[in-house]
């Protein structure tokens, strides 16, 4: 039973633009979300995380807003680079649950100069 | 890779022989995982250790079995390897909170 789902699948950017990936849970227990950073070849990478105590996280470029209301979170890219072509995947837990994680199926994103 | 090293990287194993994946860590942390990662899937979880000698199931456990008798070590074994086991595994540590840190990750294939 996939718990999280993710989308879109890809995504082509041009350089300085806006990259936007949305993720959709069902758990309502689930009181983290951290997305991570995938480059080929080399494992994933925490990038940004938030809790459901607040409705927006940024840092640097990399932003997540949280609609608890609709079980819904995103990652905005800002002033997307070339260097951010990377697989991206959101994620979810509850701490009474030993952290275990829900992933998204990820999203594939490139970066045109 | 936060103190996490996978050994093999990269294996190549025919259907039905016995396979280890070993995960190390030095961070001393008490939660490990192993997760396998496969296209369309993202990654899901196999088993996961909460402690010494302390394992559980996670989502798709079947086909595999772990151990870890040790704080820095944990082992996933497939104890006759199929096609379907194809895939990349990572294993995954952590500490007091919730980040997860990941390994290089073991290209896994099975003929």
């Known amino acids: 039973q996939q718990q999280v789902k993710q989308s879109p699948q890809s995504l082509i950017v041009q350089k300085g633009g806006i990259s936007i990936i949305n993720c959709a849970y069902e758990n309502t227990a689930f009181d983290y979300f951290p997305w991570y950073q995938q480059f080929p070849g080399k494992g994933p990478a925490l990038l940004i995380a938030?809790?459901?105590?607040?409705s927006e996280k940024k840092e640097g470029r990399f932003t997540i807003s949280f609609n608890k209301s609709a079980k819904q979170f995103s990652l905005h890219i800002m002033d997307s680079q070339p260097g951010d072509s990377a697989t991206y995947f959101c994620a979810a837990s509850h701490a009474s649950n030993t952290g275990k994680l829900i992933f998204g199926q990820g999203t594939t994103l490139q970066v045109k100069p | 890779d936060a103190g996490i090293t996978q050994s093999p990287r990269h294996k190549v194993t025919e259907t039905g022989t016995p396979v280890t994946l070993r995960c190390h860590q030095t961070e001393n942390h008490r939660y490990m995982y192993w997760y396998r990662q496969d296209p369309g899937h993202g990654l899901r979880l196999i088993h996961y250790s909460y402690g010494v000698k302390d394992t559980d199931k996670g989502e798709v456990s079947d086909g595999y079995s772990v151990s870890r008798s040790k704080t820095e070590d944990f082992l996933l074994t497939l104890e006759s390897a199929t096609s379907s086991q194809t895939s990349v595994y990572f294993c995954?540590?952590?500490?007091?909170?919730?980040?997860?840190?990941f390994g290089p990750g073991t290209r896994l294939t099975v003929l």
């Open positions: 995954a540590i952590s500490g007091k909170d919730d980040t997860q840190y």
């Open positions: 938030i809790r459901p105590d607040v």
